[in-house]
């Protein structure tokens, strides 16, 4: 009973540091881990022995390789391009309601994910308070935004 404990308990331990380690680096390559160690964890509760989990953990890590490669490849060529979008270039496109009206010409303000940011009009035009816009370019922390 002892061995069934310290097993299972072994693999969910594992399982877990394997996650936080994988939200710190960001990889995928630790959640593939993390696969096999919960494949591992079934078969050692289906009562196998500790070569049968071994199996099951190397088995378990493959089959989630082979999942997330796309997913991987994906990500990587995201980060070498440069082609992510991060810090403001992630505000483009992204749409808001005006909480200060935009005087033609001047600037107001608006919340994005409860960030309040100053912002212009692209046409030089005023925007009235509670009219949705969408966020075009930026000029340092100041948004260029456009009626939809």
């Not at 992510?84 to 010409?105: F, K, Y």
Request: net charge negative.
């Amino acid at each position: 009973m002892e061995e069934f404990v310290s097993n299972w308990l072994f693999w969910l331990i594992l399982a877990a540091l394997m996650t936080v380690i994988e939200l710190l680096t960001n990889t995928f390559a630790f959640f593939c881990l993390v696969g096999g160690c919960l494949v591992a964890l079934i078969v050692e509760i289906l009562g196998f022995g500790l070569e049968a989990q071994l199996l099951g953990a190397a088995i378990g890590t493959v089959v989630a390789f082979i999942a997330f490669l796309p997913l991987m490849r994906k990500h990587r060529a995201e980060q070498q391009s440069g082609t992510s979008p991060s810090n403001m270039d992630a505000l483009i496109g992204r749409t808001t309601v005006v909480v200060q009206p935009v005087e033609a010409g001047k600037m107001g303000r608006a919340k994005i994910d409860g960030d309040n940011w100053q912002i212009r009009s692209a046409d030089n035009s005023a925007i009235n308070a509670g009219e949705q816009v969408r966020v075009v370019g930026y000029d340092s922390i100041i948004l260029t935004v456009e009626r939809i």
